[in-house]
């Protein structure tokens, strides 16, 4: 966002406007990233953005590595770390709409919900477990890109 004229940030007029200019922009273009739970035309325009061509990415992985969402290593000589991190690469602005897409997505989506309750019943934290759903998020978003298919929740089967 930009500096308003007297050096003073956007006040809530200005940004709703800026919601709703980017909002009519997006609907230009031919997507079915909204389709996915938590992405509305905001996010979706930042995802477009920062994401580009999907045919630049050759997996759903790099895509998450190219995020920032993917698991850091951390070793040396014959130590390896017992947890992983994310790598925080990539663009902060794509990997804060990804996260915010994936709060969303637990509370909306089956798909997601069922995850973050595995994840819970396994005794992680609500933050620990956004993480995760996080580094899924990527999957679902390269799928509907590459495909350009409409989202729909695969869920689980009782095993």
Not at 106 to 120: C, L, N, S
Not at 153 to 158: G, H, I, K, Q
Request: with cysteine; proline share 5%; aromatic share 8%.
């Amino acid at each position: 966002l930009t500096v308003a004229d007297d050096g003073v940030g956007m006040n809530e007029e200005e940004l709703k406007k800026l919601e709703k200019e980017i909002s009519r922009l997006f609907q230009s273009f031919d997507t079915t990233v909204t389709t996915i739970p938590g992405v509305g035309p905001i996010i979706g325009a930042v995802i477009l953005s920062e994401v580009g061509d999907i045919s630049r990415f050759s997996s759903a992985d790099k895509l998450a590595a190219y995020i920032g969402v993917d698991p850091s290593v951390n070793q040396s000589g014959e130590f390896q770390a017992a947890h992983a991190h994310m790598s925080k690469r990539g663009s902060p602005y794509l990997r804060r709409c990804i996260w915010m897409a994936s709060q969303v997505a637990v509370q909306r989506d089956p798909m997601f919900r069922a995850y973050y309750e595995k994840k819970a019943a396994e005794g992680l934290k609500y933050m620990t477990i956004i993480g995760h759903v996080t580094r899924k998020m990527p999957a679902v978003v390269f799928a509907i890109l590459r495909d350009h298919k409409v989202y729909e929740p695969v869920l689980p089967t009782a095993a």
